[in-house]
């Protein structure tokens, strides 16, 4: 999948072990598992094969049109699909950051 990044410091955080760990110690692993999946997914739809730990899911009301994958009890790794079109086709994304939404 391509990805895009919603700022350069959230490219950095992902893509960068050493800021991963110093940032986020306490969902580095889970983030560079989630990210890798990212990119080794052709589509949304393989998402929840490569990564069925994530637990990748669509989002709703405020957040409606992005997805989720876990990274802990209540972090989450934001994803928005890009191209409208259906799930099984969209091979682009941004990553939007890490929230704890609950």
């Not at 895009?4 to 072990?17: G, Q, V």
């Not at 052709?42 to 990564?51: A, E, G, T, Y």
């Not at 009890?73 to 890009?82: A, F, S, Y």
Request: aromatic share 6%; hydrophobic share 40%; glycine share 6%.
């Amino acid at each position: 999948m391509r990805i895009r990044y919603a700022s350069r410091a959230l490219e950095k955080l992902c893509t960068d072990e050493q800021e991963m760990v110093k940032r986020r110690a306490d969902v580095a692993d889970k983030l560079k598992v989630r990210v890798n999946a990212l990119y080794e997914a052709n589509d949304f739809s393989d998402l929840q094969k490569i990564d069925p730990l994530g637990r990748w899911h669509a989002l709703h009301k405020d957040l409606a049109g992005a997805w989720a994958g876990h990274l802990s009890r209540n972090w989450r790794l934001l994803v928005k699909p890009e191209g409208g079109g259906p799930i099984e086709e969209t091979d682009a994304a941004t990553l939007l950051g890490l929230d704890d939404y609950h």
